[in-house]
């Protein structure tokens, strides 16, 4: 596709569900990225992705989350047993790492609500 | 670990006003720096980069940024903002081995209004 689809782009869940969140990156990009963003704050920075495997998940915030990307397009981004703590936007973006511009590129987030 | 810091929440200025915006990092090693920004109802979108070169690095819509290492900061600033630059901006710091291809990692961001 032309940019990065995020779905859902709304999700409500209650406390105690499990939660998918679909990124499918801009064709091409080999490096995919997972951030957090809650209300006044910045992206905080959850997992990253070179082709299939996590280069870095040191952000994940508890073992409750995890990432897979196993073709190395798609990634699905995984929470366990959600707590309201967990309500924010996810956001995705990828990167081209030919040429090496470090430009990412987002899409719109999918903004998870825990009740 | 890197980290940034952006220490005005929220700048309020009137149209043509002059902007500059604060942005302080920590790590001691080579960076590459980012500027991003998010209009209302958008998503975050490039600014301007510093990967090396010119320290003085221009962006689209007038805007640019000055990397001084001494200081460990990356301003941003525009001479003359419009209303249309009212949004939400980050700055955002890359390290690392690989650096182009490493986590990046943001700001607070600041939320910038223009009175028309």
């Known amino acids: 596709g032309a940019g990065v689809s995020q779905t859902p782009s709304n999700k409500v869940t209650e406390k105690g569900k499990y939660v998918e969140l679909r990124c499918d990156p801009i064709s091409g990009h080999t490096a995919l990225y997972w951030y957090r963003q809650s209300l006044g704050q910045g992206p905080e920075f959850l997992i990253y992705f070179q082709g299939t495997g996590a280069a870095d998940d040191s952000g994940l915030p508890n073992d409750r989350f995890f990432a897979v990307r196993p073709e190395g397009s798609v990634s699905t981004l995984k929470i366990q047993r959600t707590e309201r703590g967990d309500s924010a936007v996810y956001l995705c973006?990828?990167?081209?790492?030919?040429?090496?511009?470090?430009?990412?590129?987002f899409g719109e987030g999918s903004r998870l609500t825990v009740l | 670990a890197q980290s940034v810091s952006q220490h005005n929440h929220h700048v309020i200025l009137s149209e043509a006003a002059s902007l500059e915006l604060g942005c302080n990092y920590s790590y001691g090693g080579t960076v590459n720096l980012f500027w991003y920004v998010q209009y209302p109802g958008q998503h975050l979108q490039l600014l301007l980069k510093?990967?090396?070169?010119?320290?003085l690095v221009k962006g689209i819509k007038g805007f640019e940024a000055e990397f001084i290492k001494s200081k460990f900061s990356f301003n941003l600033r525009k001479p003359s903002v419009q209303w249309s630059d009212t949004a939400e901006y980050f700055c955002a710091v890359n390290a690392g081995l690989y650096s182009s291809a490493s986590k990046i990692i943001f700001g607070s961001g600041t939320r910038l209004s223009i009175r028309p």
């Open positions: 510093y990967f090396s070169g010119d320290p």
């Open positions: 973006a990828s990167s081209s790492d030919r040429g090496s511009t470090g430009e990412l590129f």
